[in-house]
Protein backbone atom coordinates (compact mmCIF):
# COMPACT_ATOMS: atom_id res chain seq x y z
CA UNK A 1 0.00 0.00 0.00
CA UNK A 2 2.28 2.48 0.68
CA UNK A 3 4.41 1.72 -2.50
CA UNK A 4 1.40 2.71 -4.29
CA UNK A 5 0.60 5.55 -2.19
CA UNK A 6 4.22 6.59 -2.91
CA UNK A 7 3.86 6.24 -6.80
CA UNK A 8 0.80 8.25 -6.78
CA UNK A 9 2.49 11.26 -4.73
CA UNK A 10 5.80 10.81 -7.54
CA UNK A 11 3.44 11.16 -10.32
CA UNK A 12 1.75 14.55 -8.95
CA UNK A 13 4.81 16.17 -8.13
CA UNK A 14 6.77 14.67 -10.88
CA UNK A 15 4.95 15.21 -14.58
CA UNK A 16 7.89 13.60 -16.12
CA UNK A 17 7.87 10.66 -14.58
CA UNK A 18 4.26 10.03 -15.28
CA UNK A 19 4.95 10.87 -19.23
CA UNK A 20 7.42 8.26 -18.51
CA UNK A 21 5.19 5.86 -16.92
CA UNK A 22 2.90 6.39 -19.69
CA UNK A 23 5.00 5.42 -22.45
CA UNK A 24 6.46 2.61 -21.00
CA UNK A 25 2.48 1.53 -20.29
CA UNK A 26 1.80 2.21 -24.47
CA UNK A 27 4.94 0.05 -25.43
CA UNK A 28 4.32 -2.67 -23.31
CA UNK A 29 1.21 -2.41 -21.68
CA UNK A 30 -2.55 -4.18 -22.02
CA UNK A 31 -4.60 -2.95 -24.87
CA UNK A 32 -6.06 -0.68 -22.26
CA UNK A 33 -3.28 0.46 -20.82
CA UNK A 34 -1.64 1.55 -24.09
CA UNK A 35 -5.07 3.44 -24.92
CA UNK A 36 -4.77 5.20 -21.53
CA UNK A 37 -1.44 6.51 -21.93
CA UNK A 38 -2.02 7.83 -25.54
CA UNK A 39 -4.85 10.34 -24.15
CA UNK A 40 -2.25 10.84 -21.69
CA UNK A 41 0.34 11.68 -24.12
CA UNK A 42 -1.80 13.35 -25.98
CA UNK A 43 -2.70 16.04 -23.78
CA UNK A 44 0.87 16.24 -22.51
CA UNK A 45 1.52 16.76 -26.52
CA UNK A 46 4.77 14.61 -26.54
CA UNK A 47 5.72 13.77 -29.78
CA UNK A 48 8.28 11.48 -28.46
CA UNK A 49 5.78 8.58 -29.35
CA UNK A 50 4.81 9.69 -32.58
CA UNK A 51 5.74 6.44 -34.56
CA UNK A 52 3.26 4.55 -31.92
CA UNK A 53 0.04 6.62 -32.39
CA UNK A 54 0.60 5.79 -36.14
CA UNK A 55 1.10 2.23 -35.04
CA UNK A 56 -1.97 2.27 -33.18
CA UNK A 57 -4.08 4.33 -35.45
CA UNK A 58 -4.80 1.11 -37.52
CA UNK A 59 -4.84 -1.14 -34.65
CA UNK A 60 -7.13 -4.02 -35.65
CA UNK A 61 -5.74 -7.49 -33.63
CA UNK A 62 -6.12 -10.63 -35.79
CA UNK A 63 -8.71 -9.06 -38.01
CA UNK A 64 -11.24 -8.78 -34.77
CA UNK A 65 -12.60 -5.00 -34.42
CA UNK A 66 -14.00 -4.87 -31.43
CA UNK A 67 -14.51 -2.21 -28.64
CA UNK A 68 -10.86 -2.40 -27.17
CA UNK A 69 -9.22 -1.86 -30.78
CA UNK A 70 -11.45 0.84 -32.04
CA UNK A 71 -11.15 2.77 -28.63
CA UNK A 72 -7.62 2.08 -29.01
CA UNK A 73 -7.63 3.85 -32.68
CA UNK A 74 -9.47 6.43 -31.66
CA UNK A 75 -6.59 7.22 -28.82
CA UNK A 76 -4.39 7.25 -31.38
CA UNK A 77 -6.24 9.87 -33.52
CA UNK A 78 -6.96 12.19 -30.78
CA UNK A 79 -2.76 12.32 -29.73
CA UNK A 80 -1.89 12.46 -33.51
CA UNK A 81 -3.94 15.96 -33.69
CA UNK A 82 -2.91 17.04 -29.86
CA UNK A 83 0.36 16.70 -30.76
CA UNK A 84 0.19 18.89 -33.77
CA UNK A 85 3.39 17.63 -35.33
CA UNK A 86 3.14 18.25 -39.55
CA UNK A 87 3.91 14.61 -40.31
CA UNK A 88 0.43 12.95 -38.60
CA UNK A 89 -1.88 15.19 -41.27
CA UNK A 90 -1.12 12.33 -44.24
CA UNK A 91 -1.58 9.46 -41.64
CA UNK A 92 -5.00 10.96 -40.34
CA UNK A 93 -5.72 11.41 -43.92
CA UNK A 94 -4.91 7.87 -44.99
CA UNK A 95 -6.60 6.37 -42.24
CA UNK A 96 -9.64 8.28 -43.16
CA UNK A 97 -10.13 6.29 -46.41
CA UNK A 98 -10.19 2.87 -44.93
CA UNK A 99 -11.67 3.69 -41.48
CA UNK A 100 -15.31 2.07 -40.89
CA UNK A 101 -15.78 3.10 -37.36
CA UNK A 102 -17.94 5.99 -37.11
CA UNK A 103 -16.30 7.22 -33.73
CA UNK A 104 -12.94 6.75 -35.06
CA UNK A 105 -14.11 8.81 -38.01
CA UNK A 106 -15.44 11.62 -35.83
CA UNK A 107 -12.15 11.72 -34.05
CA UNK A 108 -9.81 11.67 -37.21
CA UNK A 109 -11.70 14.66 -38.53
CA UNK A 110 -11.40 16.65 -34.55
CA UNK A 111 -7.83 16.01 -35.52
CA UNK A 112 -7.49 17.21 -38.85
CA UNK A 113 -8.62 20.40 -37.69
CA UNK A 114 -4.95 21.24 -36.00
CA UNK A 115 -3.40 20.56 -39.66
CA UNK A 116 -3.42 22.91 -43.21
CA UNK A 117 -3.23 20.07 -45.22
CA UNK A 118 -5.23 21.30 -48.46
CA UNK A 119 -6.49 17.72 -48.67
CA UNK A 120 -8.72 18.32 -45.20
CA UNK A 121 -10.58 20.62 -46.94
CA UNK A 122 -12.41 17.66 -49.03
CA UNK A 123 -12.98 15.51 -45.65
CA UNK A 124 -14.58 18.25 -44.14
CA UNK A 125 -16.84 18.08 -47.35
CA UNK A 126 -17.29 14.56 -47.01
CA UNK A 127 -18.52 14.73 -43.32
CA UNK A 128 -20.63 16.86 -43.95
CA UNK A 129 -22.54 14.88 -46.30
CA UNK A 130 -22.09 11.71 -43.89
CA UNK A 131 -25.28 9.49 -42.52
CA UNK A 132 -23.94 9.78 -39.38
CA UNK A 133 -25.10 13.14 -37.97
CA UNK A 134 -22.51 13.04 -35.52
CA UNK A 135 -19.95 13.26 -37.90
CA UNK A 136 -21.58 15.68 -40.08
CA UNK A 137 -21.62 18.03 -36.44
CA UNK A 138 -17.96 17.30 -36.03
CA UNK A 139 -17.11 18.24 -39.64
CA UNK A 140 -19.19 21.99 -39.90
CA UNK A 141 -17.70 22.52 -36.20
CA UNK A 142 -13.95 21.84 -37.08
CA UNK A 143 -14.58 23.66 -40.39
CA UNK A 144 -14.14 26.63 -37.64
CA UNK A 145 -10.96 25.67 -36.77
CA UNK A 146 -9.48 24.49 -40.21
CA UNK A 147 -10.04 28.12 -41.53
CA UNK A 148 -10.15 27.75 -44.94
CA UNK A 149 -12.67 30.35 -46.99
CA UNK A 150 -13.45 28.11 -49.25
CA UNK A 151 -15.58 26.19 -46.86
CA UNK A 152 -17.80 28.99 -46.45
CA UNK A 153 -20.17 28.48 -49.60
CA UNK A 154 -20.47 24.73 -48.49
CA UNK A 155 -21.55 25.94 -44.54
CA UNK A 156 -24.22 28.37 -46.33
CA UNK A 157 -25.79 25.93 -48.53
CA UNK A 158 -25.56 23.22 -45.40
CA UNK A 159 -27.17 25.85 -43.28
CA UNK A 160 -29.76 26.82 -45.94
CA UNK A 161 -30.75 22.96 -46.35
CA UNK A 162 -30.78 21.20 -43.10
CA UNK A 163 -33.59 21.17 -40.91
CA UNK A 164 -31.80 20.28 -38.12
CA UNK A 165 -31.37 23.73 -35.31
CA UNK A 166 -28.39 22.20 -33.70
CA UNK A 167 -26.72 21.46 -37.29
CA UNK A 168 -27.67 25.17 -38.32
CA UNK A 169 -25.91 26.48 -34.97
CA UNK A 170 -22.95 24.81 -35.79
CA UNK A 171 -22.83 26.73 -39.40
CA UNK A 172 -23.48 29.81 -37.91
CA UNK A 173 -20.48 29.46 -35.56
CA UNK A 174 -18.31 27.93 -38.23
CA UNK A 175 -18.97 30.93 -40.70
CA UNK A 176 -18.71 33.59 -37.34
CA UNK A 177 -15.09 32.21 -37.55
CA UNK A 178 -14.23 32.12 -41.03
CA UNK A 179 -15.83 35.79 -40.86
CA UNK A 180 -18.55 35.14 -43.19
CA UNK A 181 -21.08 37.50 -42.80
CA UNK A 182 -19.97 36.81 -39.02
CA UNK A 183 -22.71 39.74 -37.49
CA UNK A 184 -25.80 37.96 -39.13
CA UNK A 185 -24.81 34.37 -37.46
CA UNK A 186 -23.92 35.69 -34.59
CA UNK A 187 -27.21 37.50 -34.17
CA UNK A 188 -28.84 33.74 -35.21
CA UNK A 189 -26.44 31.93 -31.98
CA UNK A 190 -27.77 34.86 -29.56
CA UNK A 191 -31.44 34.22 -30.29
CA UNK A 192 -31.07 30.74 -30.42
CA UNK A 193 -30.63 30.98 -26.33
CA UNK A 194 -34.61 31.53 -26.04
CA UNK A 195 -34.93 28.31 -28.00
CA UNK A 196 -37.25 25.56 -26.44
CA UNK A 197 -34.98 22.81 -27.35
CA UNK A 198 -32.53 22.66 -24.02
CA UNK A 199 -29.87 21.05 -26.73
CA UNK A 200 -29.72 24.02 -28.40
CA UNK A 201 -29.41 26.63 -25.85
CA UNK A 202 -26.54 24.63 -25.00
CA UNK A 203 -24.60 24.70 -28.25
CA UNK A 204 -26.02 28.48 -28.62
CA UNK A 205 -24.10 29.69 -25.41
CA UNK A 206 -20.81 27.24 -25.80
CA UNK A 207 -20.52 28.90 -29.36
CA UNK A 208 -20.43 32.09 -28.57
CA UNK A 209 -18.14 32.17 -26.05
CA UNK A 210 -15.68 30.01 -28.28
CA UNK A 211 -16.37 33.07 -31.11
CA UNK A 212 -15.89 35.66 -28.31
CA UNK A 213 -18.89 37.10 -29.31
CA UNK A 214 -18.76 39.66 -26.17
CA UNK A 215 -22.23 41.36 -27.46
CA UNK A 216 -24.21 38.43 -26.32
CA UNK A 217 -23.25 39.17 -22.77
CA UNK A 218 -26.79 40.56 -21.90
CA UNK A 219 -28.37 37.41 -24.25
CA UNK A 220 -26.70 34.91 -21.71
CA UNK A 221 -27.36 36.73 -18.72
CA UNK A 222 -31.06 36.99 -19.44
CA UNK A 223 -30.72 33.27 -20.24
CA UNK A 224 -29.42 31.98 -17.07
CA UNK A 225 -32.43 33.64 -14.72
CA UNK A 226 -34.92 31.83 -16.35
CA UNK A 227 -32.82 28.32 -17.34
CA UNK A 228 -34.10 25.66 -15.39
CA UNK A 229 -31.64 22.77 -16.90
CA UNK A 230 -29.02 22.49 -14.75
CA UNK A 231 -26.57 21.04 -17.67
CA UNK A 232 -27.61 23.91 -19.91
CA UNK A 233 -27.48 26.95 -16.78
CA UNK A 234 -24.19 25.74 -16.05
CA UNK A 235 -22.55 26.30 -19.75
CA UNK A 236 -24.32 29.36 -19.86
CA UNK A 237 -22.31 30.35 -17.13
CA UNK A 238 -19.32 29.17 -18.18
CA UNK A 239 -19.68 31.45 -21.31
CA UNK A 240 -20.79 34.08 -19.43
CA UNK A 241 -17.29 33.98 -17.09
CA UNK A 242 -15.54 33.62 -20.69
CA UNK A 243 -17.10 36.42 -22.30
CA UNK A 244 -16.52 38.52 -19.18
CA UNK A 245 -12.67 37.58 -18.84
CA UNK A 246 -12.21 38.51 -22.06
CA UNK A 247 -13.91 42.05 -22.39
CA UNK A 248 -11.90 42.73 -18.59
CA UNK A 249 -8.22 41.26 -20.88
CA UNK A 250 -8.78 43.55 -23.86
CA UNK A 251 -10.03 46.53 -21.36
CA UNK A 252 -6.32 45.68 -19.53
CA UNK A 253 -4.51 45.56 -22.69
CA UNK A 254 -5.83 48.87 -24.11
CA UNK A 255 -5.06 50.52 -21.07
CA UNK A 256 -1.75 48.95 -21.20
CA UNK A 257 -0.83 50.40 -24.70
CA UNK A 258 -2.08 53.49 -23.81
CA UNK A 259 0.54 53.83 -20.97
CA UNK A 260 3.29 52.52 -23.13
CA UNK A 261 2.28 55.51 -25.54
CA UNK A 262 2.41 58.11 -22.42
CA UNK A 263 5.24 56.89 -21.40
CA UNK A 264 7.14 57.31 -24.44
Known amino acids: MRTVMALIVLIMINPLFAESLMFKRLKTGTIEQKTEAMYHLGYARNRKAFWLYVK ?5 PLG ?21 DPR ?4 LLERWKIEKQPSVRRKIIHSLRNYQDEEI ?3 IRAGMKDEDERIVFESIVSSAYYKNDALSADLKSYFDSTESTTLKLACAFAQVMLNSNADDNALFLRKSLTNNDPEVRYWSAFFLAEADRVEAIRDIERALE ?3 RYYVARELDMALTRLRFSVKAKRQLREYNEY ?3 IK
Open 260 to 262: ERI
Open 88 to 91: AAKY
Open 121 to 123: ADV
Open 64 to 84: VDGLPAIQCREAAADALGRIR
Open 56 to 60: YLSFT
Open 226 to 228: IEY
